[in-house]
């Protein structure tokens, strides 16, 4: 429950002046991959934000692409910036999507949904060529779950039922509110936070939860990204999927 708030809140300020700042370094890597022509994904989160903050500006000096936002809050900042959009059922694949993550770990597998815009996220991230994950160095750590809890989303429809069966797989389970007020994602369904501490199988886990009837999808992202860039004091840093040995 509290890492549960802690997140929330952090989230929700978008972290420490320092923090900012490495996820600005981040986000300034990644539109360099940008390329005139390209349909991006656009993730979700404050990470991203520096991101498609800096596509609008490459836009307004010329650049000519169309992004396929994740979450109803991306599309309405990416239009305030006059960033022309599409959807992913008009195009055959996404060039390169830009995205933030909770937690990443050495296999670059990650948790996201802290905003609860995972189902869609991990759409266009299927979807797409190129997936770069964008954090500042807090994100990365060694075990998934150990700093945040891994977000669920299901379907309002029986939400107790399906919270019950995701605690049998050993976690601690809670629905996502708002001021007391259940969290509605984009989809219309509810997020249930669970709690697993330090996951040992994400690949497992993943796969597990996704088969319990109710769940729509998991935070869980298992091999879907190419590159995470990491914002950090020290200054910048890339990890490669081609560098992994598994
Ligand atoms: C939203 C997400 C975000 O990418 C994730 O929560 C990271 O957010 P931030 O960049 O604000 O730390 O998964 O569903």
């Not at 656009?42 to 396929?68: P, W």
């Not at 959807?87 to 993550?101: C, K, N, S, V």
């Not at 609860?116 to 759409?123: N, P, V």
């Not at 029986?158 to 919270?163: H, R, V």
Request: one cysteine or more; a negative charge.
């Amino acid at each position: 429950m509290y890492k549960f708030l802690y997140s929330l809140l952090h989230y929700l300020a978008g972290g420490s002046v320092e923090q900012q700042e490495m996820k600005k370094q981040a986000a300034d890597k990644a539109v360099q991959y940008i390329e005139d022509g390209m349909t991006i994904g656009l993730g979700t989160g404050s990470t991203v934000e520096f991101a498609i903050k800096k596509i609008g500006e490459m836009v307004k000096t010329g650049l000519h692409i169309e992004g396929v936002p994740t979450s109803l809050k991306t599309k309405r900042f990416a239009t305030e910036l006059q960033i022309p959009l599409t959807e992913l059922d008009d195009r055959t694949e996404i060039d390169i999507t830009i995205d933030g993550a909770d937690e990443v770990d050495s296999n670059l597998n990650l948790i996201k949904g802290g905003g609860g815009a995972l189902t869609r996220e991990k759409i266009i991230a299927y979807h797409s060529k190129k997936v770069i994950i964008i954090v500042d160095e807090t994100k990365i750590v060694k075990g998934l779950g150990c700093d945040c809890a891994l977000p669920v989303e299901v379907t309002r429809f029986a939400w107790a039922a399906t919270k019950k069966t995701l605690e049998k797989l050993g976690c601690t389970a809670e629905l996502r509110k708002i001021m007391d007020e259940a969290f509605i994602t984009d989809n219309q369904n509810y997020i249930i936070d669970c709690e697993f501490g330090k996951i040992a199988d994400p690949e497992t886990l993943e796969k597990d939860i996704n088969n319990i009837p109710g769940v729509l999808e998991n935070g869980l992202f298992i091999d879907l990204v190419d590159e995470v860039i990491v914002g950090s004091k020290q200054g910048m840093m890339t990890l490669e999927r081609q560098n992994i040995v598994q």
